[in-house]
């Protein structure tokens, strides 16, 4: 089979930190055993997060300089607007910062006290969102997705049976949308399928209910389809995501992810009364409906990344990438959430340090050991970040107890990848030798962030 490359070459480069082990471990000592608390300069190859970590195209640099930061009516609004609504094909558009903010517009617009979200599977600001304004979230996706080891092409699924009997229990009238994500990031960025995502939206329209997507990794999961859903083989990757997004009444959207910049964000509609009502909303939280969160710089730069993401060699690379880390995992009998996912390889903690209890906190424990043997840094998706029971005061104890090891796009080369793939492999050569931790301070609330350990 013939090699292929990276779509892109490098125009600008950013220096590493190379740090001995010994300053490695006063670093790791300094953060509380919390990779959320290494400052950067001390990290060689970061994994923390896929979220504002892309590399911007000599394009999108270009745009920034010809942004129009008037406070109304500004061109490079419409340049977005236009790009959203040319890609994703819905016919009114709001800016936001992040995708926090159109998640707060969209709870803030569409939930009532009591209310119930379902979900394929949540993730923690969206769920946030969602409770805040009186919801509770329930989660529909297929059983599979619980599972680390069970190998399902679309791990993202809805479970059509458990949607069904929650509007039969609930009432539609007691549903204010469908929070589909497509890919699933707490699943191990898992796919939905075309299929799934119509009959979703069959269901719920047969019910009058709307159907919004949480969009942010939309782009992965049309090139999933490509490669595996029958009959889709030779589109194009925009035409993918067209038919998908025509299956949603509106979305939310991080544009830290598949939009290839460093913030920003949007709300998406078709409902012309929904997107009058979120125009008075925009004002009171983000900004003008012609800026929302971002500087007319940052919209320029989202246009035109926008434009790049849907680039069909682009999308192979990053999904290739991250599975290129992946194999090399499998190969050599690393436990990980299989399949690869589309922004994440996920290591099983659970497996990996088989000889910890969940109270150690293995997930906590791997990161750290990681950090200290490479420099790598990867965040703990497990016991710390699931906190702890509101009534009971006990931890939250997760099925799944794994770090996530997640690629930015377009800023490291497989060699880099090569380097993180020998050191868990090392890692889990001497697994017996790394020990759990405890907890030295725990903040009240999304304490994951600010936890302090120190080893058994
Ligand atoms: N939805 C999903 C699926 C996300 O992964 C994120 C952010 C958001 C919404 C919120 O978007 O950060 O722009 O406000 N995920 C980041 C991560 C933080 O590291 O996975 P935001």
């Not at 745009?63 to 490079?76: C, I, N, Q, T």
């Not at 969602?130 to 092409?153: M, T």
């Not at 782009?219 to 038919?243: Q, T």
């Not at 299989?338 to 990161?367: K, N």
Request: net charge negative.
């Amino acid at each position: 089979k013939r090699r292929t490359a990276e779509p892109y070459k490098i125009k600008a480069v950013e220096p590493l930190a190379m740090l001995s082990y010994e300053e490695r471990k006063d670093a790791l000592e300094r953060a509380g055993y919390n990779t959320f608390l290494i400052d950067s300069h001390d990290v060689y190859i970061d994994l923390l997060t896929d979220s504002g970590t892309s590399a911007m195209s000599d394009r999108q640099w270009g745009a920034l300089m010809v942004g129009d930061e008037a406070y109304a009516g500004s061109k490079s609004w419409k340049k977005l607007e236009q790009a959203v609504r040319e890609v994703y094909g819905y016919k009114y558009v709001l800016p936001t910062h992040q995708g926090r903010g159109a998640e707060n517009l969209l709870s803030q617009l569409k939930i009532k006290q009591g209310d119930v979200v379902p979900g394929n599977m949540y993730f923690t600001t969206t769920r946030a969102h969602q409770e805040l304004n009186g919801a509770r979230f329930v989660d529909i996706i297929i059983d599979e997705a619980h599972d680390p080891s069970y190998e399902h092409p679309f791990k993202g699924n809805v479970d059509i049976k458990k949607l069904e009997s929650l509007i039969h229990e609930v009432g539609s009238e007691r549903i204010p949308y469908v929070c589909l994500a497509v890919t699933v990031n707490m699943a191990g960025g898992q796919p939905v399928s075309m299929q799934n995502m119509k009959e979703v939206y069959e269901l719920c329209q047969y019910h009058g209910i709307d159907v919004m997507l949480d969009a942010t990794r939309c782009v992965e999961n049309a090139y999933f389809i490509k490669e595996r859903e029958a009959g889709y083989e030779n589109h194009k990757i925009k035409d993918i995501l067209k038919e998908m997004f025509s299956y949603s009444d509106g979305c939310t959207m991080s544009g830290k992810k598949d939009c290839l910049v460093n913030i920003g964000g949007f709300l998406a509609m078709n409902d012309e009364e929904l997107y009058a009502r979120s125009r008075e909303l925009v004002v009171v939280y983000e900004g003008m409906p012609s800026y929302g969160g971002m500087a007319g710089r940052d919209m320029e730069a989202m246009a035109q990344g926008i434009y790049e993401s849907i680039d069909d060699h682009y999308i192979q690379h990053r999904i290739q990438q991250v599975r290129y880390l992946g194999q090399q995992l499998i190969d050599a009998g690393i436990p990980v959430v299989q399949p690869i996912g589309g922004h994440a390889v996920y290591l099983d903690a659970r497996q990996f340090l088989s000889h910890l209890s969940q109270e150690e906190f293995p997930a906590q424990a791997l990161a750290a050991a990681l950090y200290l043997d490479s420099g790598v840094r990867a965040m703990e998706r497990g016991i710390v970040s699931a906190g702890r029971n509101k009534d009971t005061g006990e931890h939250n104890k997760p099925k799944l107890e794994l770090v996530r090891l997640t690629i930015p796009r377009r800023v490291y080369t497989n060699n880099h990848m090569d380097v993180v793939a020998d050191s868990v492999i090392a890692l889990y050569e001497k697994r017996r030798n790394i020990s759990g931790l405890r907890m030295d301070y725990e903040p009240p609330t999304l304490r994951f962030f600010n936890a302090r350990f120190s080893p058994l």
